[in-house]
Structure formats: C-alpha cells, structure tokens
C-alpha cells in the first residue's frame, strides 16, 4: 500500500503509513524528502509521485492518495500514472464536490469544506477507521 499527498496531508500519509505497519500491513508513504527533493530537481514537482509509483507500484498494490483541494498536480499524476489499476486507488479529497481527485478512485472520501485543517482532520480520522477496523 502507498500513500502520498502534500504538506498537511503528506503528514497524513506519514502517520497513517505508521499505523497500517503496526497493523500488519505492507505500507509506505512515498514522502522521503531525499527522494521528493531528487525528483522535484530532476523532473519537476508535478511528477514526485508519478515517477516513483512508476519505479515501485505493481499490480497487486493499492494507492491512497489525499489531497484537500483534489486538484493539487503531483497527486494528480500520481494517480494517472496507475489509472489503468483504478480498482486499486482510494482518494480523500475536500473542498469542491467536483474536484478532479474525487473522480478517480475506486472508493472516494470527500468532506465538504474548504478549511484544510478540517479537512486534513476528516482525513485522518477516515483513515484510522481504515487502518484500525476495531
């Protein structure tokens, strides 16, 4: 499992990664600064996630892709770069109803807000309830 997303959400990912582990899953947050900062350098940031994704997701992987806006492009990329596997996508996105992430997974969380700290909240409760289905 993989998990990605951008500043607040990044730390979403992070931490959610940490508790799918302690659960016994195989789950990673593809948010190494090492890594983000070579591929921002080397392509651009808009592709951090589609090129490692690219290097590591296989067809037997799931992606879970957070966003608060829906619209953020390195996301957006991420998510294209496997949408030949949608059954495998799971999005979290917030602030408008048509927001383009919301479209493309096979399960899509959406709050309605436009305030990234309750939306990022949102987020994670969601994903604990995932990762700790007690």
């Known amino acids: 499992m993989f998990l990605i997303g951008n500043g607040g959400s990044a730390a979403v990912a992070a931490h959610i990664a940490n508790d799918l582990v302690k659960a016994g899953w ?6 190494e600064p090492a890594v983000l ?7 651009s ?3 951090v996630y589609a090129q490692q994704l690219k290097a590591h997701f296989r067809v037997d992987d799931c992606l ?3 966003s608060s806006s829906g619209r953020s492009p390195s996301i957006l990329n991420a998510v294209e770069e496997i949408g030949g596997f949608t059954s495998r996508i799971v999005t979290l996105s917030g602030f ?15 709050v309605p807000s436009s305030n990234y700290g309750l939306v990022e909240i949102a987020h994670l409760a969601i994903l604990h309830a995932i ?4």
């Open 64 to 66: 879970i892709a957070i």
């Open 45 to 47: 940031y808009g592709e």
């Open 131 to 134: 990762a700790k289905p007690e």
């Open 96 to 110: 408008s109803h048509d927001n383009p992430l919301r479209q493309l997974g096979c399960f899509n969380y959406y």
């Open 26 to 31: 195989s789950a990673f947050s593809l948010t």
């Open 37 to 43: 900062t070579c591929l921002s350098n080397d392509y």
